[in-house]
């Protein structure tokens, strides 16, 4: 970046200004830049808002700003923070490093905010047992967690309802065994019953001996889920489970669990016993619950009270790490167009590999509604994915921005892999695409590529067409030999008139031809126009060619150079509940670093599999051939002889000038010719 020094705003600061993506932008680097920050106009300022949730930053940091609690950071909040750290700290430079750890040195005490944040800290520390002159964000952390577990001990201490565990100590342990083939053994009792209602009807609800035919060949270990859906146990008209034998493989670990819990020394039970326990494991399950919410609504309400009182340390530690990155994401987007790779903007969600490409500008899409309103204006081509977690299932819908390379091959539904910043991998697959140019490059092949899909499309369609309309007349000659004679007749009759409606009639179609005519001549002329253009000069056909390609990837690339000069992140970041001030802008050099192509070395190998190649002088004697017949088919339309041929030589006849009679000879004719009286 190329920095403008001594620039001043108008507030009366020395700001120092620098060009950031096109735009200029102001610095904030040093402490005595955040100090000033109360003083910087708010035109200058490249966001007025950001959302607290959704972004890669701490989101307990963003609570801790959002004092209105509406879910987003405006200008006044950031102004805010700024000016309650000028409030504690000594020397606002400690902001620069980014540390979560604050020497009590650097914290003021003749001031209400600095003797706060000194008495939170003396506090958490006398109450870890640590003696030391600073504080860190992890003592907070630790801190609140002993606080935590103090106030459950003190909770259940001071609880004096009585309750008897339906199970005893092991209450837990058979709820959770039995709730683990709950479903499975009331899917056998249904059996039963329909057994008891018809006894014919036992084979069917037993397990189908076809389907362990069908495995039986496969390794049955690998089959485990498939027999999992088999019946529990053969059911039975007198519905008594049994416990001991005759289960399920695959429930077999399950039921002996259970069986040892509840029902020891049994060996088959009935659908009453087993009621009654589900009665128990519900009504202990109920009691837990709500045991739980009761004693967590008590604790979280002591923690937010304590957690208020300790509330000057963490806002401290968590600004010393947070506030120069949120200013960096915020005032100037420095992180964004450093292009650190361990240095990334905020709204930056991690990496899409995709088509031989990674692309870093990933962002998470809140409202894809808003998304496809308003992203389309911003000139970039963004591949929207709907990604859902390899392991744990979570789900995300992320925009990712393609700025190099081609796009062929992109379509909607094609497979990709994300990954967060994390490190955690998504499947992740396309369901929208708005389309803007990549680059001028991209631009100069666009119109043969989609009049290439044109031409394709056209005889596709036409070939679709006639292959029915053969179907169709295939499928009505059969329905009319299948016909009466009447309606033979009728058919017959019904397809003389058709010939002869469309046999030729030269008085129809002389127009028709003589409008050909004129065409076939108009194309003459124009060809005889294009072929003296072409050998007048010897340079004419390079000219030529060079006016076809600019009339044809011209306006393309035309369009394409405007709208790569003002692709802009800004309506993404919009559509995301952002309030973009400037704009975002992302040139062409600026591009090419946030999509990566797959660069391979060089192959020395040969390939054995690979196709055969035309050698390249066969190439050339191809071309050279194409070349000779468009040139002398050219010359002949143009000259009506071939080159070698002599030019014909035309003779010269001269134009003979009777002799003009002389005066005397005119007087001496009218003389002799008499005069009629």
């Known amino acids: 970046m190329a920095k403008i020094n001594n620039m001043l705003a108008n507030q009366g600061y020395n700001w120092k200004f620098s060009t950031v993506g096109g735009v200029t932008r102001v610095n904030i680097e040093t402490g005595e830049d955040i100090a000033h920050l109360p003083e910087l106009d708010q035109k200058l300022w490249t966001v007025l808002s950001c959302p607290v949730k959704g972004l890669e930053f701490d989101e307990k940091t963003l609570s801790l700003m959002d004092t209105d609690a509406d879910g987003k950071i405006r200008v006044g909040e950031v102004v805010a923070a700024s000016q309650w750290l000028q409030k504690v700290l000594r020397d606002m430079e400690i902001l620069v490093d980014g540390k979560d750890t604050v020497a009590f040195d650097q914290v003021k005490d003749d001031t209400d905010e600095g003797k706060q944040v000194l008495e939170a800290a003396h506090l958490i520390l006398n109450k870890l047992g640590l003696d030391k002159q600073e504080i860190a964000l992890q003592d907070v952390l630790d801190y609140m967690a002993v606080y935590e577990e103090k106030c459950k001990e003190e909770y259940t201490a001071a609880k004096t309802e009585p309750y008897e565990p339906p199970f005893g100590e092991q209450s837990d342990a058979v709820a959770e065994a039995v709730n683990a083939v709950r479903e499975k053994i009331a899917d056998w009792f249904m059996r039963c019953k329909l057994v008891q209602f018809d006894e014919d009807a036992a084979a069917a609800l037993d397990v189908q001996v076809d389907k362990i035919a069908a495995i039986s060949g496969d390794d049955l270990i690998t089959k485990y889920d498939e027999i999992a859906t088999y019946p529990l146990a053969r059911p039975n008209k007198e519905a008594l489970l049994p416990l001991t034998k005759g289960i399920n493989p695959a429930w ?20 009453e016993e087993w009621k009654s326990v589900l009665a128990k494991v519900d009504s202990h399950t109920d009691w837990k619950t709500a045991s739980e919410t009761a004693m967590n609504e008590a604790i979280a309400e002591q923690l937010a009270t304590h957690s208020a009182a300790i509330a000057p340390v963490e806002r401290l530690v968590r600004y010393s790490r947070d506030f120069m990155k949120l200013i960096h994401n915020y005032v100037v987007l420095k992180d964004f167009y450093k292009r650190d790779e361990k240095c990334l903007a905020v709204f930056q969600a991690g990496k899409l590999y995709i088509d031989q490409r990674q692309c ?12 496809i309103a308003s992203a389309g204006t911003s000139g970039i081509y963004l591949i929207y994915c709907h990604c859902v977690a390899k392991s744990g299932g979570a789900q995300l819908d992320i925009a990712a921005a393609m700025t190099d390379g081609d796009i062929t091959g992109l379509t909607e539904g094609k497979n990709a892999l994300f990954y967060d910043r994390d490190g955690n991998d998504y499947d992740a697959t396309i369901t929208k695409i708005i389309d803007n140019p990549i680059s001028v490059r991209q631009a100069f092949f666009s119109p043969y590529r989609k009049f290439g899909k044109w031409v394709t499309d056209k005889i596709t369609k036409s070939a679709t067409e006639k292959e029915s309309k053969q179907f169709d007349q295939m499928t009505a000659k059969a329905d009319t030999a299948s016909t009466n004679l009447t309606v033979k007749t009728e058919g017959a009759e019904a397809v003389a008139a058709d010939k002869k409606a469309q046999m030729f009639d030269i008085a129809k179609f002389a127009g028709i031809f003589a409008a050909i005519g004129l065409a076939l001549g108009a194309i003459g002329a124009a060809l005889g126009a294009l072929g003296g253009f072409i ?45 973009i001030n400037s704009k975002i802008l992302i040139n062409t050099t600026f591009g090419q670093t946030l999509t990566k192509m797959a660069k391979y070395p060089k192959i020395v190998s040969k390939d054995p599999f690979a196709d055969k190649k035309t050698p390249w002088w066969q190439k050339c004697i191809y071309w050279l051939i194409i070349l000779a017949i468009l040139f002398f088919g050219i010359f002949y339309l143009t000259q009506k002889r071939m080159p070698w041929q002599p030019k014909p030589e035309v003779e010269v006849v001269e134009e003979v000038v009777p002799d003009t009679p002389t005066e005397a000879a005119t007087e001496a004719i009218e003389e002799e010719v008499p005069v009629a009286e």
């Open 252 to 271: 077999q670990a399950q039921i002996a669990t259970m069986h040892a819990l509840v029902f020891d020394g049994k060996k088959s039970i009935t659908e």
């Open 360 to 371: 870093d500008l990933c962002i998470r899409v809140s409202d894809m509604g808003k998304q």
């Open 535 to 579: 050998f007048a000069k010897w340079y004419n056909i390079i000219l030529l060619i060079a006016l076809v390609v600019i009339v044809i990837s011209g306006p393309s690339m035309l369009l394409a150079w405007l709208k790569l000069r003002k692709r802009n992140l800004g309506p993404v970041l919009n559509a995301n509940g952002w309030a």
